[in-house]
């Protein structure tokens, strides 16, 4: 089956799936387990078509693959499927029914094994998606996930890992979940996933050497946020749509050595958010080539701090281009090359660098960086007279946030 029909087939499936109640599915519909059990280490088990009853424990390396025509029905209890094992593999199946236990992360895959797939496969209904505890080299790849109708809070996590090392997570289409959260956890790869409608569309935590190339996410609360991760690299991403008063692009906390490049962060409370980071002495975290645009603030630093790098980055329509919480500047990262859309230069020499530098000072439209509560009146016509104002014949020497040498002079592509 090709992948196109497979996943035509799964949403059949699916979409037909509640027409059989839980209720019934337990004493009517076969039990999936009593396959698995009858199926030798090393074997392929490709079952009929149809619903079946779970939980369902796999302890031994065998292969399932449900064509998209196979659904497992856990019945509101435990995990759909548990993977106790190494070299196990799940594909085009639908997984539906967990249970809403937090305590015992009740999801529709817990991978507790090394070198694992799950594949091609649906989660429905299920409180977590897939949960790797202690599990290496495992592939979670082109699965559509969700959770259970629930809060936002008390939601389940798409993805978890914890203490889990050299997994990929690849090409999964995620919504409306609580996080894709990775604890602990060492050089993994988190590539061309789409996450919308949720929380933390991914969350580092004392994680390091991870990889985020090509992801899309949008419409969540925060797009990527690094808490004491090191060394990450971010590549390639799209980030859109994280808005609200918690709302941020890429945030960081106390993460060091991280690189961010190629990416689009566009219609954000806030592009990027830095709290003590870098954190580790001696390390940057290095901004590339991205582009922060149409953000409340692009970049926003929690304190006046240093050691961040900012090369070749196009900032077009922030309504605040950079700002300083608590007042204090930003000089002490290094601006170079950016192209900042309130340049007022000129290129009259042709080579694409600005002949002045880009300066970027405190006035009136800063206030709410000393005072919060003022950000209610940004924009407002009494703050925008004020602020002119204050351009225009200042009462005390303005701060400079910022100074870009060479600003890039060139039309944003």
Not at 72 to 101: F, K, P, Y
Not at 178 to 199: F, P, T
Not at 335 to 342: L, M, P, T
Request: with cysteine; aromatic share 10%.
């Amino acid at each position: 089956m090709t992948g196109y029909a497979r996943s035509v087939a799964l949403a059949a499936l699916a979409a037909c799936a509640p027409l059989v109640a839980p209720a019934a599915a337990e004493g009517a519909a076969p039990r999936f387990q009593e396959l698995v059990d009858a199926t030798p280490a090393g074997a392929l088990l490709s079952p009929p078509p149809g619903v079946y009853a779970g939980p369902v424990e796999i302890r031994r390396p065998i292969r399932i693959d449900g064509r998209g025509e196979v659904l497992i029905d856990a019945g509101g209890r435990g995990s759909v499927v548990r993977i106790l094992t190494d070299g196990a593999s799940l594909r085009g199946l639908v997984l539906r029914g967990s249970g809403e236990n937090h305590d015992t992360l009740d999801a529709g895959v817990q991978v507790r094994g090394d070198g694992n797939t799950v594949e091609d496969s649906v989660i429905q209904d299920c409180l977590f998606g897939v949960d790797l505890q202690q599990s290496n080299r495992n592939a979670i790849r082109r699965n559509r996930i969700g959770s259970k109708p629930l809060a936002m809070g008390v939601k389940g996590d798409a993805i978890r890992l914890w203490y889990s090392f050299e997994n990929e997570i690849v090409g999964n289409e995620i919504s409306d979940v609580r996080d894709v959260v990775v604890w602990y956890s060492s050089d993994n790869l988190i590539a061309e996933n789409s996450v919308s409608g949720s929380r933390y569309a991914l969350h580092f935590m004392y994680s390091q050497r991870n990889r985020v190339v090509s992801n899309r996410y949008s419409g969540n609360m925060v797009g990527i946020f690094l808490m004491y991760s090191d060394g990450v690299e971010i590549r390639g991403n799209r980030i859109t749509g994280s808005v609200g008063a918690t709302g941020m692009g890429i945030g960081f906390k106390e993460s060091s050595d991280v690189l961010v490049e190629g990416n689009a962060i566009v219609y954000c409370a806030r592009g990027v958010y830095l709290d003590i980071s870098p954190y580790e002495p001696d390390t940057t975290n290095r901004f590339l080539s991205n582009r922060i645009a149409y953000n409340g603030v692009g970049v926003e630093f929690h304190s006046d701090w240093h050691g961040n790098v900012f090369r070749e980055n196009d900032f077009d329509g922030n309504f605040t281009q950079v700002a300083v919480r608590g007042g204090g500047g930003a000089s002490d990262h290094l601006w170079e090359g950016n192209r900042w859309d309130d340049y007022r230069g000129f290129d009259r020499d042709g080579d694409g660098r600005g002949d002045t530098p880009y300066e970027l000072y405190a006035y009136a439209d800063r206030i709410w960086m000393q005072v919060p509560p003022a950000a209610f009146f940004r924009g407002s016509p009494l703050f925008e007279a004020i602020d002119f104002l204050d351009r225009l014949a200042p009462f005390t020497e303005p701060t400079m946030i910022l100074r870009d040498s060479t600003p890039r002079f060139a039309l944003a592509e």
